[in-house]
């Protein structure tokens, strides 16, 4: 049991059906103190929602980004309703890539923000769950290509707090071999930069639900992130539904 939990989606993003006001009382249930709301935005690959758009919920949800006017509004309202129980933070999941850095410049001043996860979901608007992004590409291929785009993001955009997953492709490749020798020089290249410009990692607890042993990152990336200087670290379950939350 983790006691904050800086990685929470609710029905807000497009692949959960978690109310938001369930996550808030189930968190209350689970006796955590704090927790940060974190749902999906990916620009190339979803669209914002539009004032003439049905929100619909449940199976006919659509696909795409969060619905921001209601979601900031229902977190302002949960905020002061709960407020002498948990402490809830507001954050968005930046499914961010080189070309989209504009549109997420402009999100991020449009509204006020805690916390922003910088995480690399696709690459090039080729995603990683669909398999579309490895077709034509080795597995050496497929990490050199994720880490070259990561290395570029943090070196470019500086408006996020946390590097979330960092090793999130291994969900999607072969889990039986590490490839973390042959990318060593390139996620230290990635957290020398992180460091640098005084951001973090997480430390995503979500991986036994991909088959994956340890966490996300890795324990070998963890120990790097250490011994280069890193100090600032967030937990996150990556929940999306009640049996997720906190673990």
């Known amino acids: ?20 006001e369930d996550v808030v009382k189930d968190a209350i249930k689970l006796g955590l103190a704090e927790i940060c709301f974190t749902d999906h935005v990916d620009y190339g690959v979803k669209e914002d929602w539009q004032a003439t758009d049905t929100y619909l919920v449940g199976a006919n949800k659509v696909v795409k980004n969060v619905y921001y006017d ?14 002498d129980q948990i402490k809830l933070k507001t954050g968005l999941e930046f499914g961010i890539q080189m070309h989209t850095i504009p549109q997420f410049t402009r999100l991020y001043h449009s509204h006020p923000f805690d916390f922003i996860l910088l995480s690399v979901h696709q690459v090039d608007d080729q995603e990683f769950w669909t398999g579309e992004f490895q077709k034509g590409r080795s597995q050496q291929e497929c990490y050199e290509r994720y ?17 979330a997953h960092m090793d999130l492709i291994r969900r999607y490749l072969d889990k039986e071999k590490d490839a973390f020798e042959q ?12 460091i640098k410009n005084g951001k973090g990692i997480e430390l995503n607890t979500s991986s036994h639900r991909y088959g994956i042993n340890g966490y996300t990152p890795s324990i070998e990336i963890l120990k790097l992130y250490r011994d280069l200087g890193g100090s600032v670290i967030t937990i996150g379950s990556d929940s999306h539904k009640p049996e997720q939350l906190g673990l």
């Open 1 to 20: 049991m983790i006691f904050t939990d800086y990685h929470v989606h609710s029905d807000y993003s497009d692949d959960s059906w978690y109310l938001m």
């Open 70 to 83: 209601l979601y900031f509004n229902e977190l302002a309202r949960l905020k002061e309703t709960y407020s």
């Open 147 to 163: 880490y070259d785009e990561m290395y570029q993001l943090v070196t470019t955009y500086k408006e996020y707090s946390v590097l």
């Open 183 to 194: 990318t060593k020089e390139q996620i230290a290249e990635i957290l020398k930069v992180v």
